[in-house]
């Protein structure tokens, strides 16, 4: 009776799942965004004797909000790209410099899911430009630059991992613990240094699943 009992449960839970995960199935389109906050901390190049005599940091505030489209290739597995768009504020030994970037992005993306829920790990890597504007010391050349206009060429490596809510069949509200690792390249002309920068943070988003009705 008790396996009986079992094997029962089994299919009605085998059941539920089926259900509630065709949105993961292969052929569905996602679209959707997110937007994410969180805490930076710069290291800058070790030739910078500069820096590395006045033991200076950067702290930045950093809001991103990045419209997103996915398509899953097999079940529960998804291939997208992201237009991630950024606003920063950087306090550098005091000194506050704004900074806008844009970039695209390549996603990929795998769903575990389980009752309402779906766990995701996810991988992604971007390619964009910086726009900045900010006073700042230049340490190759020895100056003092009011307002300084730059442009960077910007690469990054991310990788997450989240959680989905299914709010209906159709709609899932996420939300994913990330870490980052970005390179900013500048002109030589600009008389600024190259900077690695690790940052971790939260975002949450909205994924809306099309399925592929045939």
């Not at 779906?118 to 307002?147: C, M, N, Q, V």
């Not at 870490?179 to 008389?191: A, Q, T, V, W």
Request: aromatic share 14%.
């Amino acid at each position: 009776m008790k396996r009986f009992i079992c094997v029962i449960s089994a299919l009605f839970i085998l059941s539920i799942a089926h259900q509630s995960f065709g949105q993961l199935e292969k052929g569905t389109f996602l679209v959707g965004g997110s937007m994410d906050f969180g805490k930076v901390d710069g290291e800058y190049s070790k030739s910078n004797s500069y820096l590395a005599q006045s033991g200076i940091s950067s702290k930045i505030f950093n809001f991103n909000i990045s419209p997103d489209v996915s398509y899953l290739v097999i079940d529960r597995l998804s291939i997208g790209i992201m237009l991630p768009t950024s606003y920063r504020i950087e306090e550098f030994d005091g000194d506050k410099t704004k900074r806008f970037k844009f970039s695209i992005e390549p996603r990929i993306r795998y769903y575990i899911p389980f009752g309402n829920w779906a766990l995701f790990p996810e991988l992604s890597y971007a390619i964009g430009k910086e726009y900045s504007r900010a006073d700042f010391y230049s340490p190759l050349t020895g100056d003092f630059i009011e307002d300084k206009k730059l442009v960077a060429n910007s690469n990054k490596f991310s990788f997450g991992v989240g959680l989905s809510y299914f709010i209906t069949k159709n709609v899932g509200l996420e939300g994913t613990v990330y870490i980052d690792k970005s390179e900013n390249k500048y002109d030589e002309d600009d008389g600024r240094l190259d900077g690695d920068i690790t940052s971790a943070g939260f975002r949450v988003g909205l994924q809306i699943y099309l399925a592929n009705k045939e």
